[in-house]
């Protein structure tokens, strides 16, 4: 077998201390919200995934969406991208009623999640290129050579993405979602599968991006660790409603717990309208 040699040493940025969580009131916020969901209903059938939940989100913050399998923490992300259209109410992202006008936004944002696979034929870099045009980036070959540096793609960059790793298509993903430089970025399970590694250069690479773009995320994770570092506010979902909304402090004090993912289980068990 031909021995592949390994990848270069990525660059991590610092890692916040626990105590230096970011906090929403800090930001200077625009009084539009980078999203605002009104009433939003999701029916599939005789199946409510998403029942009248509202929430705003406001620009530069890192929000997290938590909640078990079923939660309608995917189903949310497709309204907001307009890729899901709402059975009632409505959800606006960077000012644009999604359901109606969303080419007006999507030009300004982009989503990423391991479970999106890219064609396996096309190497990185014609994967890129294609999604770079789709979203009629300018000057797009620097573009792609800038994040194949900042990402440590250059190894692989002319390679099938087919026959990459784990590791390897999560950081392709993450230069696909940052092609377009997004004002908003919609995050599902970003370092699902990683080891910790891999997992805590990534979540480096996301608030390095979010802190020179002043971005707005949005978070759907299981991994607690992850919310707590990267989210200023979480909102806790189940059976489609939200049942909590604050900080990761501020919830972990309400329940009387030490670490976010005992509220997580805490309110994944407790009876529906028991929560907290």
């Not at 959800?91 to 990423?112: I, K, Q, S």
């Not at 890219?118 to 190497?123: A, D, F």
């Given at each position: 077998?031909?021995?592949i040699p390994?990848?270069p ?12 969580r970011?906090?929403a ?5 625009s009084?539009t ?8 209903v999701?029916?599939f059938?005789?199946?409510t995934?998403v029942?009248?939940?509202?929430f705003?989100v ?13 939660a309608?923490?995917?189903?949310t992300?497709?309204?907001?991208m307009?890729?899901t259209?709402p059975?009632?109410?409505?959800v ?6 999604m ?5 007006r936004?999507?030009?300004?944002m ?5 479970y999106?696979?890219?064609?396996h034929?096309?190497t ?13 980036v ?8 800038a994040?194949a540096a900042?990402l ?13 790793s ?14 377009n ?8 399970e970003p370092t699902?599968?990683?080891d910790?590694?891999t997992a805590?250069w990534?979540r480096?690479?996301l608030?390095?991006f ?6 707005t995320?949005?978070l759907?994770s ?5 919310v ?7 909102l806790?979902l ?15 004090a ?21 929560e907290?």
């Amino acid at each position: 077998m031909r021995n592949i040699p390994p990848p270069p040493a990525m660059t991590r940025p610092p890692a916040p201390s626990r105590t230096a969580r970011p906090s929403a009131p800090r930001l200077r916020l625009s009084p539009t919200p980078a999203i605002e969901a009104r009433r939003l209903v999701k029916r599939f059938g005789a199946t409510t995934a998403v029942d009248a939940i509202s929430f705003a989100v406001e620009a530069g913050t890192v929000v997290g969406l938590l909640g078990g399998n079923g939660a309608g923490k995917t189903t949310t992300i497709g309204m907001i991208m307009g890729l899901t259209l709402p059975s009632a109410g409505e959800v606006r992202a960077l000012g644009v009623d999604m359901a109606r006008d969303r080419y007006r936004a999507l030009g300004r944002m982009n989503f990423e999640s391991p479970y999106v696979d890219m064609p396996h034929r096309l190497t990185v870099r014609q994967n890129l290129r294609v999604f770079g045009r789709l979203y009629g980036v300018a000057g797009l070959e620097k573009r792609i050579e800038a994040l194949a540096a900042d990402l440590a793609l250059e190894p692989f960059l002319d390679r099938p993405a087919g026959s990459l790793s784990a590791g390897q298509k999560t950081r392709v993903a993450l230069a696909k979602a940052l092609i377009n430089d997004p004002e908003l970025l919609l995050l599902d399970e970003p370092t699902a599968s990683l080891d910790p590694d891999t997992a805590d250069w990534v979540r480096g690479r996301l608030e390095a991006f979010r802190r020179a773009r002043g971005a707005t995320i949005l978070l759907a994770s299981h991994n607690m660790a992850e919310v707590e570092r990267l989210c200023g506010r979480v909102l806790m979902l189940k059976q489609g409603r939200i049942v909590d909304d604050g900080s990761p402090d501020a919830l972990i004090a309400r329940y009387g717990r030490s670490s976010l993912e005992e509220v997580f289980l805490d309110v994944a068990r407790a009876p529906a309208g028991e929560e907290a």
